[in-house]
């Protein structure tokens, strides 16, 4: 919540609109995932499962890549920083689908 106030109110001067506007969406994505990294430490809590280790990891990776490449390019205006958001968000839907791999496998079992 501290950057999405940051970028709110210090960056909405000195940003143009587009870079503020990708600074917004790493707070977005940042915000969404620490949900799913709650997810994954209460399904570890309940089942002791390693996909639930495994999407957890796979979220605290993602958040670094992909929301920290969007607040650098949005901060320090560098494109190519762009090229390894995807990354990011390949490992955010590894990260979702280990822990829909862990639930289905203790949920059913």
């Not at 950057?3 to 503020?20: C, M, N, V």
């Not at 994954?40 to 990891?57: H, K, L, M």
Request: glycine fraction near 12%.
């Amino acid at each position: 919540m501290a950057l999405g106030a940051f970028g709110a109110h210090a960056l909405k001067a000195s940003l143009p609109a587009d870079l503020l506007a990708v600074f917004e969406t790493g707070v977005r994505y940042q915000m969404y995932h620490v949900f799913a990294l709650c997810a994954a430490a209460w399904g570890w809590a309940r089942w002791q499962s390693r996909p639930f280790v495994i999407a957890g990891g796979l979220f605290v990776a993602g958040i670094v890549v992909f929301s920290g490449s969007l607040y650098l390019l949005a901060l320090t205006g560098t494109r190519w920083l762009g090229a390894i958001t995807p990354l990011g968000g390949l490992a955010f839907l590894a990260g979702w689908l280990c822990l829909a791999w862990g639930a289905a496998t203790k949920l059913r079992a």
